[in-house]
Every structure is written in structure tokens, then in C-alpha cells.
């Protein structure tokens, strides 16, 4: 019995606590901490129909003028001979557009057209109506055009449709977020946003490439 024991004794002690109880390898889903992925409007690779060097699609946008009248101007009219700002937001009265896109541009217009800039033109998928009703909320004047392009013409011919219809908010497809620069209506700067998102196509971001 006492040999027993020892020899008992003897085993335990020339065999490592690892090898008596062997670690467990935790699933590779457990071990790696998941980073949150920011909200996203849409899973597609970001790409356009234009890129710097293309000129611009022709296309008509309407608004309606201190009379309610509905007008139109085109994109020749805004960019031929011109150095024109172009914008896009992916709809009226939405909190980034309302809080940060469209005022910025507003606050910077005197320091856009300091450096040349002729035109600064919001472009949204929105009716003519709808942008009137914004831009008085906004107590937007002169200093931006704000643009319908309501059956979303232009926001197709230059590939920048956002199709937001999974939402419960009813937006449908509108378009991409983005802020261009033309001279004589080619293409010299193109920010174009993943979806909504609004990291590079504020005023400021134009300004610093002027």
C-alpha cells in the first residue's frame, strides 16, 4: 500500500498541471473582439457614372422663385464658363443635411466665392416644393441654389442613386451624398459619400483644394 502511494506521489508530481489539465482554445469568434460597424444606408461598393476629367450629363433642375413660380435652369446654365459647386444631399429636411451639409456651404459661400467659385448649387432628389419649404426653414437666401431633381434625372445619369426603399422612412431611392467642383463643366474634384455618410463633402473640404 505504502508503494503504492508513492509510487502515486511520484506520477502526480513529475506530470505538469498543464498536461493534467490542457488549456482550452476559446472559438475564434469568442478570442476576437468585434469592432461596432458604424450604420450604413448601403452594402455597395462606392462608384459613379463620372469621375474627375468626364464632363458633366446634361440635365434640368426646378425651384420655385420668390412668386412660387416654378422655374428651371439646366447644367450647362449653371456650369459653362463657370467654376460651379455642386452638392448632393439624400433628401430635404433630414437631420445631417438640415444640421451640418447645407448650412456649412451657406456659412463658407462668401469664402467660395472669394476663390472664384461662380455657382453653389444643393441638389436633391426632392419635388421643387419640398426644397422651396426647405430652404425657407433654413433661412437659406442667395448664397445657395437649392435644386430639385425630383424624378432623380441627373442623380441616375451621373451613377449616384442611393436606394434607401429597406427603410421605414420612406425615402425610396435618392441620392448619394457628394460635393463636386466644374470648371466649364468638367469635373475637377469628386467626394463622393458611402451612402449618407458625411465625412469629406462639406464646404471646408472644397475650400482646402481651391
Not at 453653389?120 to 431633381?149: G, P, Q, R, Y
Amino acid at each position: 500500500m505504502a508503494a503504492a502511494s508513492l509510487t502515486l506521489s511520484r506520477l502526480i508530481s513529475s506530470t505538469t498541471a498543464s498536461s493534467l489539465f490542457p488549456p482550452k482554445t476559446l472559438p475564434s469568434k469568442l478570442s476576437l473582439r468585434r469592432t461596432p460597424r458604424p450604420l450604413r444606408f448601403s452594402s455597395s461598393t462606392i462608384s459613379a457614372a463620372i469621375a474627375v476629367g468626364d464632363r458633366l450629363p446634361e440635365a434640368t433642375f426646378s425651384y420655385l422663385d420668390s412668386a412660387g413660380e416654378v422655374k428651371t435652369t439646366t447644367v450647362s446654365e449653371l456650369t459653362k464658363g463657370k467654376k460651379a459647386v455642386l452638392f448632393a444631399v439624400p433628401g430635404a429636411f433630414t437631420p445631417t443635411c438640415s444640421r451640418k451639409h447645407v448650412p456649412g456651404f451657406v456659412e463658407k459661400s462668401g469664402e467660395l466665392r472669394a476663390k472664384g467659385v461662380d455657382t453653389i448649387a444643393c441638389i436633391s432628389v426632392n419635388d421643387a416644393f419640398v426644397m422651396k419649404a426647405w430652404k425657407e426653414d433654413l433661412k437659406v437666401n442667395d448664397e445657395v441654389l437649392l435644386l430639385s431633381d425630383g424624378n432623380g434625372t441627373f442623380t441616375r445619369a451621373i451613377g449616384c442613386e442611393l436606394d434607401l426603399s429597406d427603410k421605414p422612412v420612406g425615402l425610396a431611392v435618392r441620392s448619394r451624398r457628394y460635393a463636386l467642383f466644374a470648371e466649364d463643366g468638367v469635373v475637377k474634384l469628386f467626394n463622393l459619400e458611402e451612402g449618407g455618410a458625411f465625412t469629406f463633402s462639406s464646404a471646408q473640404d472644397i475650400l482646402d483644394v481651391l
